[in-house]
T-cell receptor
Framework: EAGVAQSPRYKIIEKRQSVAFWCNPISGHATLYWYQQILGQGPKLLIQFQNNGVVDDSQLPKDRFSAERLKGVDSTLKIQPAKLEDSAVYLCASSLVGGRIDGYTFGSGTRLTVV | AQTVTQSQPEMSVQEAETVTLSCTYD???????LFWYKQPPSRQMILVIR??????QNATENRFSVNFQKAAKSFSLKISDSQLGDAAMYFC???????????????FGQGTILTVHP
């Protein structure tokens, strides 16, 4: 079974620029998550999709972050404009049924550096 | 809101020895799931072990086992016969039950860096 695919692996941008991350979950996984992991900390949930609908975006900074899930499969996370404090690893994960069976399956993440 | 606390920022162990990583959590739910994840420098989050709250028996996976104390809301990970490849950041995580208004949110602790000395 193919894993969760994410791209790009690394991205360096200047503050106030925009950036987008892409995620392709495991086939058949209805639930998709985006997490932000600041260096030395645990991941923090940004947004959770169930199929193509948002079920939790309470910690998403909506003034600069946006996300969508196309046709209930791929997802993109966008930051516009970026701030220095957005430097982090952005992890995408997916699960079959809310993670009960096997937890989540994570991608390798995108390391964003804002300079 | 559920919280997960890992009170040991760093731990070290000699190769072939045993080490225990601590985790406590706070919840008002009775049915939930707990996980330990390993994150090596490659950033890939790897599932180590899972525990269903309704099961009293502690989960084991080869050299990895947990001590689940539901009343105390404690969930520690024991690594036996430590190997150099076990060196990584370890995260304890709590999963909301799926159902009602919950779609399975995973909340992580702050992590424990494990160093294995040869």
């Amino acid at each position: 079974e193919a894993g969760v695919a994410q791209s790009p692996r690394y991205k360096i941008i200047e503050k106030r620029q925009s950036v987008a991350f892409w995620c392709n979950p495991i086939s058949g996984h209805a639930t998709l998550y985006w997490y932000q992991q600041i260096l030395g900390q645990g991941p923090k949930l940004l947004i959770q999709f169930q199929n193509n609908g948002v079920v939790d975006d309470s910690q998403l900074p909506k003034d600069r972050f946006s996300a969508e899930r196309l046709k209930g499969v791929d997802s993109t996370l966008k930051i516009q404009p970026a701030k220095l404090e957005d430097s982090a690893v952005y992890l995408c994960a997916s699960s079959l049924v809310g993670g009960r069976i096997d937890g989540y399956t994570f991608g390798s993440g995108t390391r964003l550096t804002v300079v | 809101a559920q919280t997960v606390t890992q009170s040991q920022p760093e731990m070290s162990v000699q190769e072939a020895e045993t080490v225990t990583l601590s985790c406590t959590y706070d919840t008002s739910e009775s049915d939930y799931y707990l996980f330990w994840y390993k994150q090596p420098p490659s950033r890939q989050m790897i599932l180590v072990i899972r525990q269903e709250a309704y099961k009293q028996q502690n989960a084991t996976e080869n050299r990895f086992s947990v001590n689940f104390q539901k009343a105390a809301k404690s969930f520690s990970l024991k690594i036996s016969d430590s190997q150099l490849g076990d060196a990584a950041m370890y995260f304890c995580a709590y999963l909301d039950p799926f159902g009602g208004t919950s779609y399975g949110k995973l909340t992580f602790g702050q992590g424990t860096i494990l160093t294995v000395h040869p």
